[in-house]
Structure formats: C-alpha cells, structure tokens
C-alpha cells in the first residue's frame, strides 16, 4: 500500500508482484479508493482484469469495501462502481439475450436501438424498439441509476426493476463512476477502446490486476489472421456493399453526397458525430494528424472505394496461391502491391475508418456479414500505418504434415508496446500487478515505460501453509523432463505416473495435474493407459480431463467440483495457458496438490514466436532463452498459484522435471524463498515423505486467532511495526542532496497517517517526505 502511494504521489508507474491470496484485490481496492476520497477532486480509478470471474470478483470485493467504510465512518460516501461487459451479459430484451452467440446479440442490439433506427420509427415506418433503451431516453445523463457499487447481478436485478437497459446504463455511467471495472480489452485493444474508452481524463488511475500475460494481449489485440474463406466473405460483403449503395442512390442520393462532404472535412468530425449505438470496428490507433486529414479522392465516393476493396481482397486472393512459406515487412508488402495494383499507401490507411463510415451511412444493423470485410480493411489500414514491429508471414499449410494446401496469412504484432504506449502516454499513473511477474525488470524492458516502484513482496504466514518441491528424479534414480528428445522415454513416462499415484494416494480431496501442451498431455495419457496407472490411479480418484472445447472443460470443472464435495475427490489433468490454468480457483479442498509435469515452454519452431524473439534481441537486448524461459516460468508460477487462495488456504507444490532445479531464482520471490535447499532436488519417495509430514501438520488445529500478530494485523501491529522500522533507520534520515535532517520530534504520526507512513513514505504536515530506502 506505501508503495501504491508513492506512485500515485509521483503520478508515476509501478509494477508490483503480490503472492496469491493475499488479499491483493482489496489491499489495491482501499488504498486507491481512500486516496480518492481524501483528494479535492478524486481520480477515477480503471481497474482491468481478464475474465468475466476475476471482473465479478473484483466488483464483490469492492462492494464489501464500500459497506465497510459506510460502517465505519457512519456515512454513505458519493460514490460509484460499475462493471462493463459485453451485451451478451447484459441484456435483458426478453427474445434477444435467449440468443447464445455475442456477434447476433449484438446486431439485433443495434437493429432496435441504432440512430437510424428511430429516424425510420419517427417517420412512422414499422420497426420494432427495445423498450429498455427507449426508457432511458427520456431519463437525466448521470442519473441512470443511484450511487453505490452495482455487481452485474445487482445491475441487472436494479434495471429489471426499473425498465432500463443495463449495458448502456454502464456505458453511459462511465463518465460520472468513481470506480470502473472491465476488461483489458477495453483499455488495450484500439477497435473497442476507441469507443469506450477515449473519453476518459488524464488523471485517471489505472490497474491491470492478473497482468503477467499483458504482453501477448497487447500482440493479439493488433495480430490478424487472413484464410483464404475470409477472402471469399469479404468479396461477398464487397458485393453486398455495392447493391445497397445502388439501393441508396435511387432512395436517397443526398445522404451519400452528405457523408461525401463531411469525407473532405476530414475522420475528427466524422468520428465526433458518431453515436455510442454503434459498435462497427473503428480505426486500429490512427495517428492523430492522419485524423485531422481529408479522406483521398479516390475512395471518397462510396462506389469508387468499394471498387478499391476489391481490387485489394482480389490481389490477397492471389497473394494466397503460394507453396512455399513467405515471410516480409510491411514496407516490402505495399511495394509489392503498388507495382501489382497501383493501390498507394495513403488510401490503404484510411481503410477501416472509411468503410465505418460507409456502413453507417447505409444505415446497416446486421453488420456481421461484413466482418471479414472489416477485417481486410482493418489489415489495410494497419499494415500502411506502422513499419516497424511488425511481420508478414503466409503459410501454405495448416500443419508440417499437411498434403493439402490451406493458406493463412498472419499480419502479426511483434511489438507488445506499440498497443499499450496510449495508455502509459495518456494516463498519470498505471500500476501492472499479478502474483507471477518475476522477473520484474521484463516488463518494462517489453513494454518499454519507466517505473517509480519495482517490487516483489514476501508473504507473512502464520503457519507454512504452502510446501513447493522440486522433483528432479523418480524412485529409481531416473531424471525426469518433458525436455523434446526424452519425454516420450518409458522410464520417463512410467516416473510421471508414479509420482501421480503416490500423490493420488496422500493427496486429501482435489489434485490438479498441468501439461506443458494439449498433444503431450493426450500422448502421455495414452501411454499411462498402456501401462496400467490411469486404472491405478483410479482407485483413489476420479480423473477428468481438459479439453479445447469450453462446454466440455466447463463440465469436468463442475464434475471435479461434485467429486472434491463429496468426499470421493478428483484430478483434472489440464494445460498450462490453458483456460484453467488462468481465471480458475482451486481454493480449500479444491485444490490440495498442484502437479506441474515439466516446464511450459511455447512451441519454439512457430514461425511468429522465432520472429518475436528475434524482433526482442535486435529491438530490446532481451536474449532468445532469457524470454522462452521467463515465459515458461510465468506460466509454470500461475499454475502454481491455483491452490494458494488466502491465509487459511493450505496446498503441496510439485514441479516436477530436473530443469525446474537451475530456474527456480526465475520463479516469484515469495514461493522461491518457501523452497528449502533440501527440497530443491528431490525424488518421488522423498517428495512424498515430505508432503506425508506436511498434511499431518496442516490437519492440527489452527483458527483464526493463532494469525492475529503474524498474518493479519490490527492498527496497533501496524503502529508497532512502524516502531521498529523507526528504531531500526536509527531514527535520523538524511533526505538526499538537501542534507536536511529529521529528528524523532518531526515524526510523530496519528492513527490515520500511520496506514500510509511504514518507513519509505511519511506523512509530515500533509506533505510526503521520502524516507529510508527512496
């Protein structure tokens, strides 16, 4: 919290690795949520997350926070929190939200609450209106709905009530919230944060909780695949384009002469005009000066600029005739082009905002049929903006082992802080948090920012309520690694699934098991088979399996949690980076052992990963096995991290293959510090002894009064502590360069000041004083 404050005092950024349930969410929540209440004119606090669950959470988190502080400071404070999420979440039109795929909410969304939509109703043509959307209408901006903080439960049930729509009341709202919770993509992905987004102030707070995969959101938010189907849609949306246009022009020529004047005027008014109803994919981070310009001449008429479409699908099209794997700049692409087609740079750039414009003009509600359409003008548009970072690569097969043909081009990102550079430029203070970052100093080197505060913080435990070992070989003295060339060697495989029986055995309730891909896991699971341990494993539990299909993993998660209940328990064998590997807790009896069979590495021979790292050694000084093996240890500590959710949670560690011994200084401080040195080089029997000891202990008594002092503090802990920090700087600091001293009499701190003031940060006369250490 000391640290938090001393970024948001120097309106700096920070990157801030906290263990796994520990209270991070609330201890980020209370401390930004004060300082807002006691600063003149709060700063609104975006708080990113990056599923559904970990957003829900956040909200309940922040709910209870605020009824604390009501209670305590016996008032209701003026204050706001909303979540943000997609239509599909949150509509309540009783025909529309029945729908199961985003995309048709989406458009039948639009068809009954677009501008052009009421235009038709007023002119008494038939067209059907949400009635929630109507109701809002004749409602006051910023009173949509009361103060407080609305989880998307109580959202929902609060417009239910009043007739309202949800999502536009958390759009709308967003300007006047003290507090707003969504998505990444909200914030990194320039399609949609142009449209939620842009009107937030300078001075806002932002986190980006769970952030130790922010660099490839970044990469995908600006990577784009092109399949040789997605040409053919685009050319039918070209020609769907062109009836419509025809359509128009014998209805109502003026509304297409009108978008042609405001084209010369330039895109800044254009978008100024736009409406929040319409969500079409807008520009891919358009440098400002190209806004302020007017469209180019040949593709203002919306005939001409259709013709220009296809010409450009036309030459992908034959760009996709290839046998052989093509890899180019984006400099060398438009050269390509030009001599080809004659299509120029210029009119490229203007691409997906240009044909934003024209949809909307055309008054087109079902805008999903022209999303491959969109697609090729968003590749147009980014492919003639950006130089650098950036890497062409067609494909012609699917696979290595593929005989027939079927071409993908990959437009991909290699520069995660291309994505990310508007929000460190345009906000004061962003704060990039998870409970595996290590090593820290990657992050900004990746993401290139400078930080106020780096820090990895250790845990206070009452008890050692974790047991993290190192696995190097199996009973019979074998080493064992998913390393290429032996993981598939009986003796390896056998050990695996030795060390999974034995801890089958011990292991009370749930077991989680992760692979470092899905084909290993399928492969190693079809050679247990054949050796007789899944039917060992068996007897002590039930196994359910992840899958790549979302339906069938949500499943097994429901069945795995039915078993844990229970009393027959469960293992769900899963992969890392997977969905369960993520947003999933496996909080108490859940999760007692967590199982990491070999370290995740990504596969090294994709070609986009081999220009990534290429593009970070040449770019950035980061060396290939520096990243590959930084990326492998994030991902092997998220795993980790699954069963460790709160102070009276309790769980067994296992990473299991002889390369987790040399990297494990890689690994978060707080479970790397937990790693005794007799417990970093183990075999199966001996892992299993420990862990024997270890739930033996962990079943003793232990309530919520033996923490009190060591992992939950009371403000006079907090004041103790501060005492002996005090003691310990000898009482005297000297502030640097000034040579100013502060004597004990200068020091004196009351109760409110002694939450913000422990050694580094110091609250004097309303002033902050570095300290100690800064």
């Known amino acids: 919290m000391c640290d938090l404050k001393r970024t948001l005092d120097a309106t700096g950024h920070s990157v801030l690795e906290m263990p796994s349930g520990t ?94 939509v009421k235009e038709k109703k007023r002119k008494g043509e038939e067209v059907e209106l949400c009635q929630y959307h109507e109701t809002m209408e004749e409602m006051e901006p910023g009173n949509y709905i009361p103060p407080g903080v609305y989880t998307f439960d109580s959202l929902l049930k609060y417009c239910e009530k009043t007739t309202q729509c949800p999502y536009f009341t958390a759009r709308r709202m967003m300007p ?27 001075d806002c707070i932002v986190v980006f909780d769970e952030a130790h995969n922010i660099d490839n959101v970044c990469i995908e938010s600006l990577s784009i695949d092109i399949t040789e189907d997605s040409l053919r849609k685009a050319t039918r949306g070209a020609v769907n384009l062109e009836a419509k246009i025809q359509e128009m022009k014998t209805s109502d020529a003026a509304k297409l002469q009108n978008e042609y004047q405001k084209l010369v005027e330039g895109l800044r008014e254009e978008q100024e005009r736009r409406e929040e109803e319409e969500s079409f994919m807008t520009n891919p981070v358009l440098p400002d ?4 310009e007017a469209v180019p001449g040949n593709i203002r008429r919306a005939e001409h600029f259709v013709a220009f479409l296809k010409r450009f699908v036309e030459y992908l099209k034959t760009r996709m005739k290839v046998l052989h794997v093509v890899s180019e700049t984006p400099g060398s692409f438009l050269q390509h082009v030009k001599e080809l087609t004659f299509i120029e740079r210029k009119p490229l750039r203007f691409c997906a905002e240009r044909l934003t414009s024209l949809v909307r003009t055309l008054e087109i509600a079902h805008v999903e049929d022209y999303l491959p359409l969109q697609e090729v003008a968003t590749f147009a548009t980014l492919v003639s903006t950006y130089e650098k970072g950036f890497l062409l690569i067609l494909e012609p097969y699917e696979s290595e082992t593929a005989t027939v043909p079927n071409p993908i081009l990959h437009f991909t990102c290699l520069d995660a802080s291309i994505a990310i550079k508007p929000v460190f430029d345009r906000f004061s203070s962003v704060i990039i948090t ?218 067994i560690m296992v990473l299991a293959d002889k390369r987790f011994g040399r990297k494990r200084s890689q690994l978060p401080k707080w479970i790397n510090n937990a790693i005794l040195e007799g417990e970093a080089n183990m075999s199966t029997d001996m892992a299993v002894a420990a862990a024997k000891k270890f739930l033996r202990n962990m079943a003793q008594p232990f309530t919520a009064k033996d923490q009190e002092g060591h992992s939950t503090w009371s403000l006079e802990d907090l004041k103790r502590h501060q005492m002996e920090m005090k003691q310990k700087a000898g009482m005297e600091m000297e502030v640097d360069g000034g040579g100013m001293v502060l004597e004990e009499d200068d020091y004196e701190v009351s109760d409110e000041e002694a939450m913000a003031a422990v050694m580094d940060v110091d609250m004097i006369g309303g002033r902050t004083v570095a300290g100690v250490g800064a």
Not at 32 to 52: D, E, F
Not at 59 to 73: D, T
Not at 180 to 197: F, G, M, N, Q
Not at 289 to 292: A, E, G, M, P, V
């Open 434 to 651: 998870s409970g595996t970052i290590s090593p820290l100093e990657m992050y900004p080197k990746m993401l290139q920012f400078d930080t106020i505060v780096q820090e990895s913080y250790p845990m206070t435990l009452a008890r050692r309520s974790f047991l993290p070992l190192i696995v190097t070989r199996g009973s019979d003295q074998v080493a064992i690694s998913s390393r290429f060339e032996i993981r598939n060697d009986p003796s390896v495989v056998r050990n695996y699934g030795n060390i999974l029986i034995e801890f089958a055995k011990i292991t009370p309730d749930g077991m989680v098991v992760f692979f470092p891909s899905y084909l290993y896991m399928e492969s190693i699971i079809s050679m247990w088979q054949g050796m007789g341990i899944l039917d060992e494993v068996w007897k002590y539990k039930l196994i359910l399996v992840e899958t790549p299909d979302a339906q069938e993993t949500s499943l097994a998660l429901e069945t795995y949690r039915t078993a844990c209940c229970n009393g027959r328990g469960a293992i769900m064998l899963c992969v890392a980076r997977g969905k369960v590997s993520e947003g999933i807790d496996f909080d108490h009896h859940y999760g007692r052992t967590v199982l990491c069979i070999g370290v995740p590495y990504q596969y090294t021979e994709s070609r986009i990963l081999k220009a990534r790292l290429e593009f970070l050694r040449e770019n950035y000084r980061i060396r290939e096995n520096d990243f590959l093996s930084f990326d492998a240890m994030r991902h092997a500590a998220q795993c980790l991290g699954r069963v460790l959710r709160g102070k009276d949670d309790y769980g």
């Open 23 to 116: 209270g991070k969410t609330v201890s980020l929540l209370s401390l930004i949520v004060a300082y807002q209440m006691a600063s003149p004119t709060p700063r609104k606090l975006i708080y990113c997350s990056r599923t559904m669950s970990e957003i829900e959470k956040a909200l309940a988190e922040l709910k209870a926070l605020m009824a604390y502080r009501a209670k305590e400071l016996g008032r209701v404070e003026d204050f706001r929190g909303l979540g943000l999420t997609s239509r599909k979440n949150l509509c309540l039109h009783p025909s529309v939200k029945r729908e199961k795929r985003g995309e048709v909410v989406d458009a039948r969304c639009r068809s009954m609450t677009a501008g052009f």
């Open 289 to 292: 000066d190209l806004l302020k």
């Open 176 to 202: 006047f919230c003290n507090v707003i919770i969504y998505s990444y993509h909200y914030l990194l992905d320039p399609k949609i944060a142009e449209r939620v987004s842009k009107e937030f102030s300078k």
